[in-house]
């Protein structure tokens, strides 16, 4: 027996490794695949498995080439890869070295899509004060959908069964394909034009990203943006969102959902008409109530405050008035008629002749003290004018220049001091008998 040559793991590995990543076919590799164990590493690195119906493969893409990405990766991506077979020898795994990453086929509308959406948000189409209010009890709904499918089904079935006071109105419209776009917008424009409904529900039902894509085009963003009627978009099912989404005045989950959002139900309308109705009855009564309680006590009140009553009460206070009156008066009569009695008396008892005696000797005793005193009276006044007059004639300026006295005036003004003249001035002096004009010459002051 021949002595066989066995290898070590690592020199196996390191040989499987040389012949793997020296292959000129893997050196380069394509590769499609769906995105599973998905891990972001605090590095930056990628770590995850490219998988399709039948197999899978570790694949590694470094920090570096991450950085160049232009979406973030996640579990369940369909990506195309570029990259080269690299072994990882202490584990002996092998894994794809991927060096670029971009989106398969949806990912590439998904690009799109979030190019759109930034677009649309810097220009300020999805802010809350463009949002239009939903009216709350529309007279007439328009629906832009597909005139055949099962959205317009549901929303004629939910307004009827919430609302039937509410007229409905079809714009129909492409809601799949190349042209669906121009279709939707030219039926939101219509609606617009036609002026007759007041809110608008623009959707369809639910359905790929491929299906649900007219709804992400710009000519009908614009045309929701634009639009002067609310819109309520109700495209696909609740987990899809499109740009319409965003545009539109409210977001529906389902068409379904726009049709419960557009209008009141009709049952919830009844309740609170019937709670207004108990409340309004219920206000009635205790109007009415309070009413009939001032009604009686007006009623009462009247009959208390009735002319006939008024005037029996005035008689009687009329009455006593006049008794008072009568009374008073002969009371009154009868004190003035015994005050009279009483001077009358007095009279009777007193003696007039001795009265008048008495009355004129006091009369001639008051005439002589009044003589007596106005004569005394005179007699002093007289002696204080003689005084007086004895003093004037003591300060009388012309008794004191028949003395030789003057008086020096300077336009007409009395000289007191030489302070008060000038050479050359003017002056007069006043004698007993007359006046003298003359000039200064000269002034000496006394020291």
Known sequence: MSEQRYLTVSALVRYIKNQLESDDHLKTIYLRGEISNFTRHSSGHLYFS?????SQIKAIMFASSADRLNFSPKKGDKVLVFGSINVYEPNGDFSILVKTMELDGIGELYLAYEKLKKDLEEKGYFKEEYKKAIPKYPNAIGVVTSPTGAAIEDIINTIGRRYPLAKLYVYPALVQGENAKYSIKQQIEKANKDKIVDVLIVGRGGGSIEDLWAFNELVVAEAIFNSEIPIISAVGHETDTTIADFVSDLRAPTPTGAAELATPNVNTLYEIVKNNERMLNRNI?????????????????????????VMKEIE???????????????????????????KINLLRRVDLNNL????????????KDLTNNFNQVINNKQQQLNLVIGLLKYQNPLQL????????????????????VNKDDNIETVVKDGKIISQVIKKEKRT
């Open 356 to 367: 008048y005696e008495t009355k004129l000797t006091n009369l001639n005793e008051s005439k």
């Open 50 to 54: 490219l998988k399709d119906e039948r």
């Open 401 to 420: 220049m028949s003395q030789g006295y003057t008086v020096t005036l300077k336009e007409g003004k009395r000289l007191s001091s030489v302070e008060e």
């Open 285 to 309: 009564k205790n109007i009415i109530a309070a009413k009939e309680y001032l009604l009686v006590h007006l009623d009462q009140r009247l009959i208390n405050q009735k002319p006939t009553n």
């Open 316 to 342: 009687k206070r009329l009455d006593k008035n006049v008794y008072d009156l009568r009374r008073n008066f002969k009371l009154m009569i009868e004190h003035k008629k015994f005050l009279l009695e009483s």
